[in-house]
């Protein structure tokens, strides 16, 4: 007996009780369109998180001071001015998979223009911070190395700031505003870039030298964070161990004890991200599994039943020719016609609601290749599993028997 | 002397059921050559459907030979035998058996479908010579539920002819149908006999042994009595005969 002979035959049985195969391709479809709309959910957000870590600088590095005993009281590490710019000169010096390097100092006030003010963040950085963040300068111009020399009291601000200060859509560029009490003035405007990942606002910010900061605002010589980007993501650990040894000798902290400050990595908190949301992909597809399992005991429960409610033509079927594995295929087919072909609808309607999940919850979604064919394998094994029991019961019926059954 | 196309040799058939060996058939001999038309008679629990399971290759003998057109069925696997029965043997069934919801060519394409040497094509044109030979060439895409049951059967008589076998297996073929659709059926088998088929039709019915050419009767799985008809009825005059219905 040919394949396809077999398949006409499923297919006739399938076709002899439309809503019956239907209701029960209906429990896969549901299962299916659950799996591939939470696994589009769950890759969609992975997804977003990664390019905005990406957009951040997958590469950036930050290094903090650290938290240290003194005489038995833990201090917090912003109190802590262990990191100088002579660290941030050795690191740039002596570091080769560190390409851009930017100290930071940050304080924070109001901002004010006329009578217009807004409260913000002022951040102390060089040139470089703007490559290693991937800010770039819109109108105007980034300040220059004469400016961090002479701690110039000039800014480059950004979109929200802007939009604050100055509502009637002025140009900002050579206007002053001041920060507390220090007028700066303004000589560039970043691009916009939105939000990040974590719902921070990245265009309320102002820039300025760091040396202005240190010496005009905080009165400080240490600072308090240095940013850098390793040449590549791939090269990030190899940067940092580098860092980490070139700041220990600066700190002549002995071998054995621990080190006096902190490095974090964009990679670190990627895979952080990560596995936060490879996690909740998993709890997302588990509940979907369920739910296609769930789908498959109906197709067995209908399976079985079809066979006893047609023991007669099976006995028939027998008595003409039809062997063991001939009922066994019949059935089989008939098993995975209905998983498959709900496998397929469900896929469509998976895709149909992701989309939707995206256009009315602004949630990013992304369907996957390999989703779409984890569920269809799933719906094919599911088919043959569920369906096996029911074609061997068949299978195995002694045609006299069978052709007696009433 | 025809072609041998049955032949059994001294065949036992025991059940076990429980701790008793039940004897169905207790030695059962004898021959069926091309081309005869045999009754086999006997009262519930004389072995006929076991005798008929055995001819039908679904039951194979505890003991004795089985020749089924030569080929020795007794040596035979479940799936050998699926194929003898595909090749060689068609049944009729009392109820029919016909599939639901499916019309008259597609059943009797049926045990055409379990040989792969047929095309499709092939499968649908014999099915309708088949269907015509029966008289129902104008019935041939009415699905079984809208039949009668003398159509129904005479459907069940185009599955049984459609692969062409050596013998045609009817068990209690009229068994279901009113007196003149039995004659209808019977007149079909006389002309199927005439045409040179083998039919072996196991009956409880006493009349429709004299239209066949040979009986054979069984009692308590041995055969008592195994008679030539030499002076066979013709259902057709039979049929004639009757009161035609008017009302």
Not at chain 1, 299 to 312: F, P
Not at chain 2, 19 to 34: H, N, P, Q
Not at chain 2, 133 to 144: F, Q
Not at chain 2, 240 to 247: E, I, S
Request: hydrophobic letters at 45%; one cysteine or more.
């Amino acid at each position: 007996m040919n394949f396809v002979n077999l398949f006409k035959i499923a297919l006739k049985a399938l076709s002899n009780n439309k809503m019956r195969g239907f209701l029960t391709m209906l429990g896969i479809i549901i299962g299916v369109a659950a799996v591939i709309t939470m696994l589009a959910i769950g890759q969609g957000s992975k997804k977003s998180i990664q390019m905005e870590i990406s957009e951040m600088g997958s590469n950036m590095i930050m290094i903090m001071p650290g938290a240290y005993m003194r005489g038995g009281v833990r201090s917090s590490s912003s109190d802590m001015e262990s990191l100088k710019l002579a660290d941030f000169s050795s690191i740039e010096a002596s570091c080769p998979h560190v390409t851009f390097i930017s100290p930071i100092v940050q304080s924070s006030a109001q901002a004010i223009y006329g009578a217009n003010n807004t409260p913000t963040s002022i951040y102390g950085v060089n040139q470089d911070y703007l490559e290693i963040r991937s800010y770039k300068v819109g109108d105007g111009d980034i300040f220059t190395d004469q400016d961090i020399r002479t701690a110039a009291k000039v800014c480059v601000v950004g979109k929200t700031i802007v939009d604050n200060l100055f509502p009637d859509g002025e140009n900002p560029v050579g206007k002053v505003i001041r920060f507390g009490s220090i007028p700066f003035r303004i000589i560039g405007v970043l691009e916009s870039k939105g939000y990040n990942s974590m719902g921070m606002d990245q265009d309320d910010v102002i820039l300025a030298p760091y040396t202005t900061i240190q010496k005009r605002i905080l009165a400080i010589n240490h600072i308090q964070q240095i940013v850098c980007a390793a040449t590549s993501e791939a090269d990030t650990e190899v940067a940092i161990s580098e860092i980490t040894e070139v700041l220990r000798t600066n700190h002549k902290i002995k071998a054995g004890d621990d080190d006096n400050f902190n490095i974090r990595s964009q990679e670190e908190m990627a895979s952080m991200m990560n596995s936060v949301t490879s996690m909740m992909t998993i709890l997302l597809a588990a509940v979907a599994g369920i739910s296609l399992v769930v789908g498959g005991i109906g197709i067995m429960n209908i399976m079985y039943v079809s066979v006893t409610e047609r023991t007669r033509e099976i006995g028939l079927r027998m008595s003409i020719g039809a062997k063991g594995r001939d009922i066994l295929a019949q059935f089989l087919i008939e098993s995975i016609l209905i998983s498959v072909t709900g496998g397929i609808i469900g896929v469509l309607f998976g895709a149909v609601a992701a989309y939707l999940v995206q256009l009315i919850g602004n949630f990013p979604v992304s369907v996957q290749m390999w989703t779409v064919v984890l569920a269809f394998a799933v719906c094919t094994l599911t088919g043959i599993f569920f369906g096996w029991y029911p074609a061997k019961k068949a299978s195995n019926l002694d045609p006299i028997e069978a052709l007696r059954y009433e | 002397m025809g072609k041998e196309i049955i032949r059994l040799d001294n065949i036992r058939r025991h059940f076990q059921v429980g701790d008793e060996t039940v004897k169905a058939l207790r030695g059962v001999s004898f021959t069926i050559e091309e081309g005869e038309f045999v009754t086999i008679m006997g009262s519930s629990g004389s072995g006929k459907s076991t005798l008929l399971n055995t001819l039908g290759c679904l039951d194979t003998p505890t003991s004795g030979e089985y020749y089924l057109d030569g080929v020795d069925v007794r040596s035979m696997g479940k799936n050998e035998r699926a194929t003898l029965r595909n090749r060689k043997i068609g049944f009729i069934f009392q109820s029919y058996n016909l599939l639901a919801k499916t019309t008259a060519v597609e059943n009797v394409e049926l045990p055409l479908m379990y040989n792969p040497s047929y095309s499709a094509k092939q499968r649908k044109a014999m099915a309708i010579d088949a269907l015509k030979a029966v008289g129902l060439g104008d019935r041939l895409y009415h699905k079984s539920n809208q039949m009668s049951g003398g159509q129904m059967q005479r459907v069940a008589i185009a599955r049984a002819l459609v692969n062409n076998p050596a013998v045609i297996l009817a068990d209690e073929a009229t068994g279901n149908l009113d007196t003149r659709t039995s004659f209808e059926i019977l007149v079909l088998f006389q002309r199927l006999h005439e045409e040179g088929r083998t039919i072996v039709f196991v009956t409880h019915n006493p009349e429709i042994a004299q239209y066949s050419s040979r009986n054979i009767t069984l009692k308590d799985g041995k055969v008592i009595s195994d008679t030539r008809n030499d002076n066979i009825l013709d259902a057709r005059a039979a049929l004639a005969a009757m009161p035609v219905q008017t009302d």
